[in-house]
């Protein structure tokens, strides 16, 4: 089954230990992103990668990493983790061209206390 | 500065009649528009689509128009279904940016009653 995949789907963490939310999919995508989604705010992307080894800022990049060794691999690390992190996190993966949108994983809660 | 706006933040209607849900973008560099939808504990998942080539583009009981002129698009849903309640995402697309990046609205919720 073609899909994206992200874990762990729930996480409680505490202010400022660093975690990892992997994001991998099975589709041979050379496009990957990760969104945050936020009450009042909607979707917002946090960053990008148009194939291995190229990633770049999104809208709101401040406290977060990523890295694209493989295709299909895109995990968003969080290096010091803030209370204003809590959100929801989706990560998405596309073909590059316009006719094709978004795959997206199921979602990863986040709350950092 | 808000590029793409549902300015409803929830719709109601009722079993077997048409939903019609709004979405205002503001940036003219847009030329390729999405719908997704959401439920609960759930990624997005895409809905239907249309180029700025076109006014209008059917699925079933799904229709996207666009009114380019007025930088304004809409999803009609008929008949609507207790099954369609979810959020519903507009998104754009620019398609000659170097960003493959949709932009999203903040979303409608549609609640449809039996």
């Known amino acids: 089954e073609a899909q994206v995949t992200q874990n762990p789907r729930y996480l409680i963490t505490v202010t400022g230990k660093k975690l990892t939310v992997t994001c991998s999919q099975n589709?041979?995508?050379?496009?990957m992103s990760w969104y945050r989604q936020d009450p009042g705010l909607g979707l917002r992307q946090i960053y990008y990668?148009?194939?291995?080894?190229?990633?770049d800022k999104g809208d709101v990049p401040e406290g977060y990493k990523v890295s694209r060794k493989e295709k299909r691999n895109f995990p968003l690390i969080l290096e010091s983790p803030s209370p204003n992190q809590t959100s929801l996190y989706f990560c998405?993966?596309?073909?590059?061209?316009?006719?094709?949108?978004?795959?997206f994983g199921s979602g990863t809660r986040l709350t950092v206390v | 500065d808000q590029q793409v706006k549902q300015n409803s933040p929830s719709l109601s209607v009722q079993e077997g009649r048409i939903s019609i849900l709004n979405c205002d973008y503001t940036?003219?560099?847009?030329?390729?528009f999405l719908w997704y939808k959401k439920y609960p504990a759930e990624g997005p998942t895409f809905l239907i689509s249309?180029?700025?080539?076109?006014d209008k583009n059917e699925d079933g009981r799904f229709t996207v128009f666009l009114n380019k002129s007025a930088k304004h698009l809409s999803l009609h849903i008929v008949p609507s279904q207790p099954g369609d309640s979810a959020v519903y995402f507009c998104?754009?697309?620019?398609?000659?940016?170097?960003?493959?990046?949709?932009?999203f609205g903040k979303g409608t919720l549609l609640t449809v009653n039996p």
């Open positions: 998405a993966s596309s073909r590059q061209g316009i006719n094709y949108g978004y795959t």
């Open positions: 589709m041979n995508h050379e496009y």
């Open positions: 990668s148009m194939n291995v080894e190229v990633t």
């Open positions: 940036n003219s560099m847009f030329d390729y």
């Open positions: 249309i180029s700025s080539i076109k």
């Open positions: 998104a754009a697309l620019n398609s000659g940016g170097s960003n493959y990046k949709l932009t």
